[in-house]
């Protein structure tokens, strides 16, 4: 009938088919990996080892690109990431303190420290941020600043500690630059109710942070509650985020970048920036894990340092093509 | 169709009065402009009504006063159209102008059929169809104005709040835009409130005009009475002449102060 009514449908055909990418990525992750492909002897080791580590990718990548896509939107800014408000430092700094005063001593506990450590730590350092940000305020520039002091103030005391323990240096570097190869269903089960309610609380704020796309004050005329919006918002996004991060480490870039590409090729409204990021996220971890694995023989590649390997360059394609078609 | 009172209204910001005690109603259906120098507090006025300052005193329409409403109530009662409008380049103009319906939709609801359908009708009336799914940031500035008003017009408010609306645009765009106001407050019955740097524009489409200097109401009535200038001069440290046209149309005119040469 009329001229915007059609373009809804085709979201829909290209949301299918991001899932049908997604599928054919997951069967790619579980058949390739220095054991070879599917036969019967290997089951055990795609049930035990590739599945796990198939589904915690798609949950780590869909959690950092819906949080990503999220932080932009409350925050107006594209060059936002999860880690803003210092989510990233403050885990940084729990796991640190971990592997520096409380590895042998924890070596026997049932449950392992580390996931913790980085979760509290992600979560505390955001809580610090929101705290001093509101009460300078409490728009977005305030709260970024806030964010940019606390993750400084804790990258510093995390180098403090590491030059008293350089022993531990090399574990941190390599929790910093994420890994998802040992990946366990105990992880999945540990992240999974975290992920699961902050997706929904985040899906759920889609209109609100388009509402918000025309600025704090205009969207306040237009009677949205932007306070309300971007505590939940950023409440929800840390959550989700820590509890990925406690399991998988820092892995950059797939929360900045998937969330661009699917506004570049795709619809820059949250209703369908959102969903669509849970897919191309989940889709593009998925297989940045994939090479990792037979890159070098018997050690494997940081998945962080796969994902903006591959990212990059991928995003600066797009961005030129982009530029061309418009 | 809505009057809006102002009883006594104060703005701060921290020590400084924008606004000293002002008292003002604005009849159902009229058109109420706000002149005055930089700084005079028109702006914050219209920021007071809309919300987004606070105030003291009372701002009621239709009696009630706005300062308890939920802020989805106060938006479907005041719609705001700010001075320079932040403009989502990516975003299409049905979306943008979609906005308007906030204030009817849930907080994790979604827009109706009837609030698409009515946004549909705004661009039809507004003979904006065409822009409905460009985006914004390849609209031109006095397209993009028009849209913004749209999205005001979607609110179905019946105060509209009017700040600077003709300041980045021609002189065609202003006339265009005032000309769309004038229109919608005739068919709808809006009650309007603008602030306007264009004296003469002012004294045309307003049907009273209220001069305000240092935040304090320094001469009020019809733009004859107002646009004097004596007045201008006092308040805005300028050299005018003042002509008055047949039709009663005043127009200002700024002078030289220097001799020609």
């Given amino acids: 009938m009329t001229a915007h009514a059609d373009h809804r449908p085709r979201h829909r055909w290209w949301l299918l088919a991001a899932l049908a990418l997604l599928v054919g990525a997951a069967v790619l992750g579980a058949m390739v990996g220095p054991a070879g492909s ?66 042998s001593a924890t070596l026997h506990w049932p449950v392992d420290p580390l996931p ?33 002091a606390v993750a400084a103030l804790c990258t510093a005391v995390q180098q403090m500690v590491l030059l008293r323990n350089a022993d531990v240096i090399d574990e941190v570097y390599s929790w910093i630059s994420g890994r998802l190869s040992t990946a366990t269903w105990a992880d999945v089960r540990l992240v999974t109710p975290y992920v699961l309610v902050s997706s929904v609380i985040l899906l759920l704020h889609r209109r609100q942070l388009d509402v918000l796309r025309v600025g704090d004050e205009e969207a306040a005329s237009l009677g949205a509650e932007v306070k309300r919006v971007r505590l939940v918002v950023v409440i929800a996004a840390t959550l989700g985020t820590a509890a990925v991060v406690s399991v998988s480490g820092l892995i950059g870039f797939v929360g900045i970048m998937v969330p661009h590409v699917v506004r570049l090729v795709f619809s ?32 494997e590649t940081p998945i962080g340092v796969v994902t903006a390997f591959l990212g990059a360059p991928m995003f600066i394609v797009v961005l030129r093509s982009k530029r061309r078609l418009t | 169709m809505s009057s809006l009172a102002f009883q006594d209204v ?26 005055g120098p930089n700084g005079a507090g028109k702006s914050s006025v219209l920021r007071a009504v809309a919300g987004l300052v606070g105030h003291e005193g009372t701002i009621t329409v239709d009696g009630a006063p706005l300062a308890v409403r939920s802020p989805r109530r106060r938006a479907a009662l005041v719609a ?11 975003m299409t103009g049905f979306d943008y102008v979609l906005l308007g319906r906030n204030p009817y939709i849930g907080y994790f609801g979604s827009e109706s059929r009837h609030d698409r359908a009515l946004v549909q009708d705004v661009l039809e009336r507004l003979d904006l ?26 609110q179905e408010a019946p105060v509209l709040l009017l700040d600077e609306p003709t300041s980045a645009l021609d002189i065609g765009h202003q006339q265009q835009a005032l000309e769309l106001v004038d229109r919608l407050r005739r068919e709808h019955g809006l009650t309007v409130v603008s602030a306007m740097h264009d004296l003469t524009l002012a004294g045309v489409y307003a049907d009273r005009l209220t001069l305000l200097h240092q935040g304090s109401v320094v001469a009020a009535g019809a733009a004859a009475e107002v646009l004097r200038a004596e007045t201008l001069s006092e308040f805005y440290g300028v050299s005018v002449s003042v002509h008055h046209d047949p039709d009663g149309t005043v127009v200002v005119v700024p002078r030289r102060t220097a001799p020609l040469a």
Wanted: with cysteine; hydrophobic share 50%; aromatic share 10%.
């Fill in chain 1, 38 to 103: 599917i036969s019967s002897t290997n089951w055990h080791i795609i049930w035990k080892i590739r599945l796990p580590r198939v589904v915690l990718a798609a949950i780590v990548g869909s959690m950092l690109s819906l949080a990503g896509a999220s932080y932009q939107g409350v925050f107006r800014n594209p060059l936002v990431d999860p880690y803003l408000l210092g989510s990233a430092a403050g885990a940084g700094l729990g796991a640190t303190l971990v592997f520096a005063y409380a590895r």
């Fill in chain 1, 116 to 148: 913790l450590a980085a979760f509290v730590g992600a979560l505390v350092a955001v809580l610090v941020t929101y705290s001093v940000g509101v009460s300078f305020g409490g728009n977005s520039l305030t709260l970024v600043l806030a964010g940019v």
């Fill in chain 2, 80 to 90: 705001y159209v700010p001075q320079s409008p932040l403009i989502p380049a990516d």
């Fill in chain 1, 268 to 299: 820059a409204s949250y209703r369908w920036v959102l969903p669509m990021s849970i897919v191309v996220g989940a889709t593009f971890l998925i297989l940045a894990d994939v090479p990792g694995r037979v890159l070098e023989h018997g050690r």
């Fill in chain 2, 10 to 35: 104060v703005v701060r910001y921290d020590r400084h009065v924008a606004v000293q005690p002002f008292t003002d109603s604005v009849r159902p259906g009229e058109w109420l402009c706000l002149i």
């Fill in chain 2, 129 to 154: 169809v065409r822009f409905a799914d460009r985006r914004l940031g390849t609209l031109s500035g006095g397209e993009q104005q028009r849209l913004v008003i749209a999205r005001a017009v979607a």
